[in-house]
């Protein structure tokens, strides 16, 4: 089994990532995120996942070992299988697909490829009471950027509502957060919700 693997990265393409290691040469499959992040000719390490078939032998990659366990978590999940697994965390951050299971938002995790209405919601079912925050999301980061929706008042009255995490995230987007919880809400649903 392979913990992780450490080198430099010689192809960095659409479908996976060259590293070099100490001359040889494997080809690890990583989340678009992740991908994004990587240049060529750089050192790096990956923590590994080895799937292996009768007719291959995958490796999925992550620089994160956090991203690693939640990619397993997923893989638990009956119909989930690495690649839509990786396909999963390439729609966004660890932290953010952890709050969408975690809130229910079928829609946000819809938009990974292969992943239908059905398929969201087994995931959510089976892995919303085992999924938290990352550890590596600070208080900091709970008050601003992508995790200030797990603490806005205005977000959990939309919630409340019945609109789904990613709805009331993205109509409260467009609404100045120098208005009170209420007014917020207020024009959240004059104009953003549907």
Avoid: C, W
């Avoid at 240049?39 to 923590?47: G, L, P, Q, R, W």
């Avoid at 992943?115 to 079912?125: H, Q, S, Y």
């Avoid at 590596?136 to 008042?153: C, E, F, N, P, R």
């Avoid at 919630?159 to 957060?177: E, F």
Wanted: aromatic share 6%.
């Amino acid at each position: 089994m392979i913990a992780y693997l450490e080198g430099i990265i010689k192809s960095n393409n659409s479908s996976n990532v060259i590293l070099d290691v100490n001359g040889v040469g494997y080809g690890i499959f990583v989340s678009t995120e992740d991908r994004s992040k990587l240049k060529s000719d750089t050192n790096h390490k990956f923590y590994i996942y080895e799937h292996i078939r009768e007719q291959s032998h995958d490796l999925f990659g992550f620089t994160v070992e956090g991203d690693k366990e939640f990619f397993e978590k997923l893989l638990g999940v009956n119909g989930v299988g690495p690649k839509m697994a990786l396909n999963m965390l390439s729609i966004g951050s660890t932290s953010e697909l952890r709050s969408a299971i975690a809130s229910g938002d079928v829609k946000f995790i819809q938009q990974a490829s292969g992943v239908g209405k059905k398929l969201a919601e087994r995931i959510i079912i089976e892995l919303k009471d085992k999924v938290g925050l990352a550890s590596d999301v600070t208080a900091g980061d709970m008050l601003s950027g992508d995790h200030a929706s797990i603490k806005d008042d205005a977000t959990s009255g939309l919630i409340a509502l019945g609109y789904s995490d990613y709805d009331a995230r993205s109509a409260l987007a467009k609404v100045s957060k120098d208005l009170s919880t209420e007014e917020r809400i207020k024009q959240a649903l004059k104009g953003n919700l549907k």
